[in-house]
C-alpha cells in the first residue's frame, strides 16, 4: 500500500478472507469441530458441581489461568530492589486502562507503609497563610476524575544504543494509565493564598528520598491533582498511598508519591533529581535540563517478542498503544515493512489528552515476514520520529526521553525479535 492509503478491510472481506484460508488454521479448527470436540460433547468437571462461593474471595483476584499477566524487572537495570523499576505487562493488555495490580512501579528508597491517619501535607513559602492537611481534609476539597497516563523519563531508554530488550514490556512497559481521583493542586494553593509572584512550587515525598522536584506555578494551576484513588481504589502502597501527585503529560519522575510538603517559591530548587539526574545529555557531552513533557510516542503491543502470532495465517488483529503529553492523539499509522509504506490504523475511540489510545489494524497475514512499526501524530501535528532523527540532535548519550519508532522483527514461523531498521 502506499503512504496515504488508508483502506483497510471491510467486515464482508475480512469473513470472506477468513473463510478461504484453505488449509490454514481456521479451516484446521472447523475439521475438528466435525470429529466431535470432547469439549464439547462430553460433560465436563467444572459443569459437574459447585463453584466456589461468594465469599471465597473478598478481594477479587485475576484467574489462576492469568497468572503470567504480572509485572516484571530486569535484574541488572538497577542496582538494589528498593531503588528499582519494574515494567506493566502491555503486551498482555488491551483497551487503555492500566489495573494497578500490574501497573509499573519505581521507588527511589522503597515503597513505605504510611497510614491515612498518619499523613499530613504541608503547604508553606511564598503563601499568606501556611497549612497543614490531614487526609480528611483533602476528602473536604472539591475533587475530579480525570485519566492520565504515568510514563518514566527512562521509558525505552536502554534502546538508544541499538535493540536490546526483547520484549513490549520491557521496551515501554514503564507507563500506565488509569483514572485518578483528587484535588486539583490549585485550589490548595488558593486556600494558603499563594503569592502570585511565586514563579515555580517545590514538591517532595515523605519517604527517605524525598524525590524532591521543581514544578512551574503556570503547570501547578493548570491541571495537577493530588490524588488519592486510582481507577476508583485507594493508591497500592507502590503508587503512594495514601495521597500521590499526578502531573499530566509530564515525566514520573515529577509525579511525586507520598506527597508531603508544596513549597512556594520564586525560583527552581535545582535538586538532585533534576540536574544531576533527569536531564538529556547531548553528544557533546552537554546535558539539557527542563524538558518534562513525554512526546508522542506508540508501541506495538501484539504481536510482538512476549506475543507472538499462534494462529497462523489469516486474519490478524495487530493492536498496541499511543499517546503524547503534549495533547491527544489524532492518528497512528502502522507498517508492516519497516516504514517503506504505512497504513491508517483505526482508533478504538477519539484520543484524551494525556492519556493511552488503543489502535488496532485489521488486516490478513500471508505469512510473510514483517518489519512491524507504528508511528503517533498528535493533535500539534507532532510526529513520532525514527530512532535515526533522534540521534542526529541528541547522540547516544542520553538515557531519558526516547520515544523513537520501534521496530518488531515477526518472523514466517509468527515469532517476533527486537530489532532495529536503518
Known sequence: MSENDTSKPSRRAFLSGAATVGAGAIASSVAQAQTADPLITQPQEWAQGFGDGVDAAPYGLPSQYEGDVIRRNVEWLTADQISSINFTPIHALDGTITPQGCAFERHHSGAIDLSKSDYRLMINGLVDTPLVFTYEDLKRFPRENHVYFCECAANTGMEWAGAQL??????????????????????????????????????????????????????????????????????????????????????GNMWVKWIRRIEVTNFPVESREETSKYTDTLENGVSRKWTWVMDAKSVVTSPSPQTPIKHGKGPLVITGLAWSGNGAIKRVDVSKDGGKTWEAARLAKPGEKMALTRFYLDTDWDGSEMLLQSRAMDETGYVQPTKTQLREVRGLNSIYHNNCIQTWWVRSNGEAENVEVS
Not at 196 to 212: T, Y
Request: aromatic share 10%; charged share 25%.
Open 166 to 251: 526483547n520484549g513490549a514490556q520491557f521496551t515501554h512497559g514503564m507507563i500506565h494509565n488509569m483514572e485518578y481521583t483528587g484535588v486539583p493542586l490549585r485550589l490548595l494553593l488558593e486556600e494558603a493564598g499563594y503569592d502570585v509572584a511565586g514563579k515555580w512550587v517545590f514538591v517532595e515525598g515523605a519517604d527517605a528520598s524525598s524525590n524532591g522536584r521543581s514544578i512551574p506555578m503556570d503547570k501547578a494551576l493548570d491541571d495537577v491533582l493530588v490524588a488519592f484513588k486510582a481507577n476508583g481504589e485507594a493508591l497500592r502502597k507502590e503508587h503512594g498511598y495514601p495521597v500521590r501527585l499526578v502531573v499530566p503529560g509530564w515525566e
